[in-house]
């Protein structure tokens, strides 16, 4: 299994921009899709991005499409979220996660398709 640990969290205003970062130790790191997930104070967690094991595809979910970016560098074990125009409704802790099946042919969004979780970095926008 990978672990992971996120980093990059913190409070801003709204329309700011942050970059979280997930470092990676283990070799199975570059075989396995990254993603990106999030859960609010009394909400289920829920995706928020995906990036291939190549970083050739992503797939990012409606509510943060155009603002949040996903990417990868395998060279350094490390993902990353790019987040722009924050806003309020970004409040929640950062997870992400490492996918179960070493190079999968399709980005897959559900928890259970994810088996490594880093502990996660908290996000807090001011209006």
């Known amino acids: 299994q990978v672990q992971l640990a996120e980093s990059g969290g913190g409070l801003v205003q709204a329309g700011d921009s942050l970059r979280l970062s997930c470092a990676a130790t283990g070799r199975a790191f570059s075989a396995a899709n990254m993603g990106w997930f999030r859960q609010a104070p009394g909400k289920e967690r829920e995706f928020v991005a995906v990036?291939?094991?190549?970083?050739?595809?992503?797939y990012v979910a409606d509510s943060v499409k155009g603002r949040f970016t996903a990417s990868r560098d395998n060279a350094r074990n490390t993902v990353y979220l790019q987040m722009n125009n924050l806003k309020p409704e970004d409040t929640a802790v950062y997870y992400c996660?490492?996918?179960?099946?070493?190079?999968?042919?399709?980005?897959?969004?559900?928890?259970?398709?994810?088996?490594?979780w880093g502990q996660g970095t908290q996000v807090t926008v001011s209006s």
């Open positions: 996660a490492a996918g179960r099946q070493p190079y999968p042919s399709a980005l897959f969004s559900r928890e259970g398709d994810f088996n490594s």
């Open positions: 990036i291939s094991w190549s970083g050739s595809s992503t």
